[in-house]
């Protein structure tokens, strides 16, 4: 549920739904979305963690995510 309606705001967003659409796709992106919130809640902040995360900031770079469109949709995803 989480995961649908993060999605479903993204898609609102004709900036964001370009960059999904060129670099991937929703579907596959829930499934890393999903996986992402789990293991933040489970605990485990070791160097694979921290490693992965330095890997989807350096893949959100590299197609022009700006910082303030990742930083406002986890804010949307923390207030539902």
Do not use: C
């Given at each position: 549920?989480?995961v649908?309606?993060?999605?479903?705001?993204?898609?609102?967003?004709?900036?964001?739904?370009?960059?999904?659409?060129?670099?991937?796709?929703?579907?596959?992106?829930?499934?890393?979305?999903a996986?992402?919130?789990?293991?933040?809640?489970?605990?485990?902040?070791?160097?694979?963690?921290?490693?992965?995360?330095?890997?989807?900031?350096?893949?959100?770079?590299?197609?022009?995510?700006?910082?303030?469109?990742?930083?406002?949709s986890?804010?949307?995803?923390?207030?539902?």
């Amino acid at each position: 549920a989480i995961v649908d309606a993060f999605y479903r705001n993204l898609k609102n967003e004709a900036d964001l739904r370009a960059i999904i659409e060129e670099h991937s796709s929703v579907e596959r992106l829930s499934r890393t979305l999903a996986v992402h919130v789990q293991e933040m809640f489970q605990g485990t902040m070791d160097d694979t963690f921290i490693q992965k995360r330095l890997k989807i900031a350096q893949v959100h770079l590299h197609i022009g995510l700006l910082p303030k469109w990742y930083m406002s949709s986890f804010q949307d995803m923390e207030q539902s």
